[in-house]
């Protein structure tokens, strides 16, 4: 059976703490950017943690499963 193949926008998206979690960033922080507030931009900044129901998926995605 050949190997499981990584989808590339996954691992451009996506990666792994040293712990197993999947670090991601959040959305809606790439354009008009003029009608949101700056709070809001400086929190879409960070980075999060994907949830527990979205984990299997990106990490089929990532071939780690």
């Given amino acids: 059976m050949p190997k499981m193949k990584t989808k590339s926008g996954a691992k451009k998206r996506f990666s792994l703490t ?27 900044t960070h980075t999060t943690t994907v949830a527990d129901t979205d984990r299997k998926n990106i990490l089929l995605c990532l071939g780690m499963k």
């Fill in 18 to 44: 040293g712990t197993g979690k999947i670090k991601r960033k959040h959305a809606y922080k790439s354009h008009i950017l003029t009608k949101k507030a700056t709070k809001r931009k400086r929190a879409l």
